[in-house]
């Protein structure tokens, strides 16, 4: 059974950066795609970005390119979004997932 579990959210000032990850457990990170998410206070869920299972083809929502970066560490079998040049808009409480599985969720709150 596939675990997700995130880390490094937090509170950040309006230009500030952070770096979410995302523990797989039960499944070797190579042999799937990873997708990022988050979901704001009163709206849904909205896709941020994704890795595909090879490491090489890589997905952003258009108001994440540019500022934020999706790689990962096979040999942690963990998954990473960088997050640049942080925006209040940003605040959410973001996901990754994996198939079926989602991990629990990372605050990320922005400060203006």
């Known amino acids: 059974q596939v675990q997700l579990v995130e880390s490094g959210g937090g509170l950040v000032q309006a230009g500030g950066s952070l770096r979410l990850s995302c523990a797989v457990s039960g499944r070797t990170l190579s042999s799937y795609d990873m997708g990022w998410f988050r979901q704001a206070p009163g709206k849904e869920r909205e896709f941020v970005g994704a890795?595909?299972?090879?490491?090489?083809?890589?997905y952003l929502a258009n108001s994440a390119k540019g500022r934020f970066t999706i790689f990962r560490d096979s040999a942690k079998n963990t998954g990473y979004l960088q997050m640049n040049s942080l925006k209040p808009e940003g605040t959410a409480v973001y996901y990754c997932n994996v198939g079926m599985t989602w991990g629990q969720g990372t605050q990320v709150t922005v400060s203006s």
């Open positions: 890795i595909r299972w090879s490491g090489v083809s890589r």
